[in-house]
């Protein structure tokens, strides 16, 4: 998964005539200490941009009752994040959310994370047809997204599920990065 990551986000940089480097990855078991501090409450994952790493939590029941297309879409989504790292879309980020009050970091934070999930599906498009998925597992995650997507985050700093399962969606169906601009769209399509 990994490696078709790189080369697809690989040869977006390249059009885009950007650098680009590919991030690091650590399997683990339990969650981990990690150069950004702490572990984000509900995730199963998590990308930390100062040591450039995606860190994937998988537990004994992913392994017993594996979920392809489930892990594919949280590695692409830590991967979004890492696309937003050396892009430096989280450079206006970090700045704007140093300047924000409460309510303001968190629509700056479901901006981040819409795009990344957006990212993410975008990835996921290109493997329409292969064996990690078929249609009604596709269709079956978007809409556990619409009905949970919030469920697991203590505040909303995700989006909420039917926000979550929109922007899954148009990246999905667009099959283009370009089609996730959350920073641009209106904050009702990114609560």
């Known amino acids: 998964m990994t490696d078709c990551l790189n080369r697809a986000w690989g040869t977006q940089f390249r059009k885009a005539?950007?650098?680009?480097?590919?991030?690091r990855l650590r399997i683990i078991t339990r969650k981990v200490g990690n150069a950004c501090g702490g572990w984000a409450t509900g995730a199963a994952g998590f990308y930390c941009s100062a040591d450039r790493t995606m860190y994937m939590l998988i537990t004994k029941n992913d392994l017993r009752q594996p979920f392809p297309l489930g892990i594919?879409?949280?590695m692409a989504h830590e991967y979004g994040h890492h696309v937003q790292n050396i892009s430096k879309i989280w450079t206006y980020y970090t700045a704007a959310q140093a300047r924000a009050g409460k309510a303001q970091r968190l629509q700056l934070s479901r901006n981040s994370e819409l795009q990344a999930e957006c990212f993410s599906s975008v990835f996921i498009s290109t493997q329409q047809g292969s064996s990690l998925f078929t249609d009604a597992e596709w269709d079956?995650?978007?809409?556990w997204f619409r009905k949970n997507g919030a469920k697991t985050w203590p505040q909303n700093d995700h989006g909420r599920g039917p926000t979550q399962a929109a922007w899954m969606t148009r990246g999905y169906n667009s099959g283009s990065p370009g089609a996730c601009n959350t920073w641009a769209?209106?904050?009702r399509t990114t609560t």
């Open 72 to 74: 594919a879409r949280l």
């Open 185 to 187: 769209a209106s904050p």
């Open 17 to 23: 005539g950007m650098p680009f480097s590919k991030p």
């Open 140 to 143: 079956y995650t978007v809409d």
